[in-house]
Structure formats: structure tokens, C-alpha cells
């Protein structure tokens, strides 16, 4: 028998245990990645909710003092209420044309063939990925084209059609995932195509548009390079940050960035606190 020359290492040996000290400091790493990405995402959000109680008189960028005024009276500050009135009005009126036609839009893909469907559903996508710069000049230039006057109205037109695109994405993923038997056994049971769509189709994709409608909203509220180039003197919340941060950013839009986040932070808890009672709900039934 020959003998194994001794630093020859068995086929079957162990590999060597990681020490605890490594094992440590790996355990570690995740969870002080994330504490990091978290402080450098926080910290605007923090300055700006910190700044908004800035007792400032004609720049928010040195700290003068602690005061709720800013709070008790924010539209003393010329202009933002009507800006931050115009980003409302604009965003709920884009997200509603935008919603209604993208989920139409959406259906109609999944649903039914028709010639060029391929090349619709490419097309759609040309928004999502062209830049908002090249896009909100040629919008700009199209309006130009036709003569029409800048202002509330063409904003809209170009929110709408700028968030058209993430309405059809999102609601579309939810049409293709849509059992068709569930429609069919609401025709067995003599339901009109009206009833199906309204009592069995509509519910069951109403999570997909709620999602779509909320992204659209946010993309409106927030966009800012689209809306320059097609506003004219009519200002939109954005914009007006815009202008305003060259002098500091008044506390007073301090008070509504803050108020904004506040409030989508309530309507995120709410949606889940909401959505885990119902699932216990169902897990007692069933």
C-alpha cells in the first residue's frame, strides 16, 4: 500500500471555518450599508422639515430661530399658494385623462389583435425613455407650431401624454395577469358586457389603476422640466421652488415640501396597516 504524501490535503476534508471576528464584521456590513443609504436619503428631507420652522425674513439659509409662524401662516409668501394650487389642479387633471386613456390603452393590448399593436406598444414606451429635456422641446415647439398660447392648459396636454406610458405599463401587468374564466363565468351567468366589465373586470384591476394613478400624480406634481418649457408665466410648485432657490427657499415652501411628505407617509401607513387587517380577516375566515 502507498502511502499519501502528508501535505496532500483528503478530498473529503472540511474547508477551513471563517474565524468569528470575519464572520462579525460580514454580519455587519449589510446593516451599516443600509443605516448609511438611509442618513444620505434623510438628509434633505430633514434639513427642509427642520427649515420650516426657520424663523427666516428674507433667506431660509442661515438658522435665525425656532417658530411656528411659518406654519400658521403659509401663503403670506407671494405666489406659492397659487403655484402649489396650479401643481394640484394640474396633477389631478392629467392623472385622471392619463389613467382613463392608459387603461383603456392597456386593455386594448392585452385584449385584441389588430394591425401595428407591436409597433403601439413600442411607441409607448418612446416616452419613458426619451429625455424629459428633448421631450418638453418638442412639446414646446409643437404648441408653437400651432399657435397656441402657453399656459394651465398645455401643461396638462403634456402631463397627460408624459405619463400616459406608466399608466399602460402598470395596468397592463395587471390585465395580463387577469384569470379570463372569472369573465367567462360572469357571461354564463347571463351578465351583459357592461355588467362583466363593471362587477368582475374593473374590480379586479382597480389595484393596477389605483397604482398607476398614484405614480402619474406623483410625476406630474414633481416634474419640472417638462413644465417649463410648456407653462409660460403660469407657475407650478416646482417652478416655483426653482426660481425661489436662487435667494434661499422661502420657509413657507419649506412648511407645504414638508406637510407633502407627511401626508404620503400617513397615506402609505394607513394603505398597509388597512391591507394587514384585511388579510388576518381572511386568514380567519378561511
Not at 83 to 89: M, V
Not at 182 to 205: C, H, K, M, N
Amino acid at each position: 500500500m502507498t502511502a499519501l504524501p502528508l501535505d496532500r490535503k483528503s478530498p473529503s476534508a472540511a474547508p477551513a471555518a471563517t474565524p468569528p471576528a470575519r464572520r462579525k464584521l460580514v454580519g455587519l456590513g449589510l446593516p451599516i450599508y443600509v443605516a448609511l443609504a438611509l442618513v444620505f436619503l434623510l438628509i434633505p428631507i430633514v434639513y427642509t422639515f427642520v427649515f420650516s420652522f426657520n424663523d427666516s425674513v428674507k433667506s431660509n439659509i442661515a438658522w435665525r430661530g425656532f417658530t411656528f409662524d411659518k406654519w400658521l401662516s403659509v401663503c403670506n409668501e407671494p405666489g406659492l399658494c397659487e403655484a402649489f394650487g396650479n401643481s394640484i389642479l394640474v396633477g389631478v387633471v392629467a392623472t385622471v385623462l392619463a389613467t382613463a386613456l392608459g387603461t383603456a390603452i392597456a386593455i386594448a393590448l392585452v385584449r385584441y389583435r389588430f394591425r401595428f399593436r407591436s409597433s403601439i406598444s413600442l411607441l409607448l414606451f418612446l416616452p419613458m425613455a426619451t429625455p424629459e429635456v428633448v421631450l418638453g422641446a418638442g412639446l414646446a415647439a409643437q404648441f408653437l407650431a400651432l399657435g397656441t398660447q402657453k399656459g394651465i392648459v398645455t401643461v396638462i396636454l403634456a402631463h397627460t401624454m408624459f405619463c400616459i406610458s406608466f399608466v399602460v405599463v402598470t395596468v397592463k401587468a395587471r390585465v395580463a395577469s387577469l384569470d379570463p374564466a372569472l369573465e367567462e363565468a360572469g357571461r354564463d351567468l347571463y351578465g351583459s358586457a357592461a355588467q362583466v366589465f363593471w362587477r368582475i373586470t374593473f374590480p379586479l384591476l382597480l389595484p393596477g389603476i389605483l397604482a398607476a394613478a398614484l405614480l402619474s400624480f406623483a410625476l406630474s406634481f414633481d416634474d419640472f422640466i417638462i413644465t417649463n418649457f410648456n407653462s409660460g408665466a403660469v407657475d407650478t410648485f416646482p417652478k416655483f421652488i426653482y426660481i425661489a432657490a436662487a435667494r434661499g427657499i422661502p420657509a413657507e415652501a419649506n412648511v407645504i415640501a414638508s406637510a407633502v411628505f407627511i401626508l404620503a407617509i400617513l397615506i402609505v401607513v394607513v394603505a398597509q396597516v388597512s391591507r394587514s387587517a384585511r388579510q388576518k380577516r381572511l386568514a380567519r375566515l378561511s
